[in-house]
């Protein structure tokens, strides 16, 4: 059997701004379907993704982006390595940044949100892209690695230039490399000194000085913290504000239970993921649904479809807030699994916990969205009531 | 250091049905296994996998298996 073809482009805009219509088509077509007007393979169903993702040896990280650019800078990072090497890099990586490591900050954490969404509902209308999906994790993302002054205002546009890159190599790709490679200059140059002391990144430095990680290492830890933690998390916490405001029976069950909160992101994660396709390389033939997929291909995984599958979840365009989707593909799986999951989770609970003790029903303007390459995520929410609690 | 875990029998004899492999160089914590089978999963102190049967009763293998399912990272497997 060959494989299905079609001509959907997945980084048109309108396909970037709305992917579920064209995900429901290329999902029916087949497993996997090969896209011309992207040179991929692309993965659609639950059952493929997942096992694709768990399988590093036939699905290799050395191409996740979609042009050679991208996939060249990114080399010798734990992102886009594969075993055996990939686990050193990773614990390297994962070292200050698993919930091990996190346990600590939670309620400092959960107090900045408490105050930020407080003074919001003060307010009473506020737009919640700058005020609080922007500011909240910015803020903990700096004081969390330390950032001030300079680097502090321009994380905002390097974390979205670090994602816009891994497209293929359209206008948005070309012109955020040269954002994406002020970030990767100012990583290879930054020191322990130009970090906060006492921050994570600081720790980062004194584990170098002292051996325990590689030499000249802690400046790609950095790096990758920024680039895969700041745009993704942006997109979440707009996301669920956007959510929350459209579907405000969903808000009311998280309200009268708190314990939905978790369950709620999940569902947020799965309904709206800030990433709905990443790559892989193909690195031996495999058979996926009875179709062939030739080694050497270029694969894109589509994460936004495989959580929309209704062979594996039941009315899977509904936004349920007790489905607690918990095996979602928003963080990927496996080996490369999200490795800033446990910051995330740490972040969206607590602005969740604090919408839903302060606010009773949040008024939304018309969102704004632009288009992007990698990152989806809402420019412009206007809140334009909150009802308090 | 992996952990292999066997399924016991209702007669209590060892039988192969299901096994749980729990790698605990690959935890990192996540917590997602004991929030799903907190009959079968507990973190330690130091935030990494613990099993709690030594052979997993016939009536949690699937509370077994479900939390092994939503491991973002792979560090628990299900053999049969």
Known sequence: MTVPTSDIDLFADEVLLDPYPYFAELRELGAVVHLPANDVYALTRYDVIRTALGDPETFSSRSIGFNPMVNEALQGTSLASDPPVHAQLRATLTENLSPRALRGLKTQIDAKAEALVGELVAQGSFDAIDALARAFPLEVVADLIGFTGHVRDNMLRWGQAAMQVIGPMNQRTAENFPIAGELYAWCAGVTAEDLAPGSVGRGIFDAEARGDIPPNTAGHIIHQYLGAGVDSTIAAIGNIVALFGRYPEQFDLVRKDRSLVPAAFAEVLRFWPPINTWGRYVAKDVEIDGATVPAGSQAAILLGAGNRDPRHYEDPDAFLVERNPVDHLTFGYGPHGCAGQGLARLEAHAVIEALAAQAQRLVLGEELRVPSNITRSIEKLPVLEVVPA | ?80
């Open chain 2, 1 to 80: 250091m992996t952990v292999v875990l066997g399924g016991t029998g209702i007669d209590g004899r060892t039988v192969d049905s299901m096994r749980i492999v729990a790698d605990r160089e690959r935890c990192e914590g996540h917590g997602l296994c004991a929030d799903t089978a907190p009959e079968v999963y507990e973190l330690d102190d130091d935030a990494i996998v613990v099993l709690l049967h030594e052979s997993i009763p016939p009536e949690l293998e699937r509370k077994a298996e479900a939390g092994a399912r939503v491991c973002p990272v792979a560090a628990l497997r299900v053999e049969s």
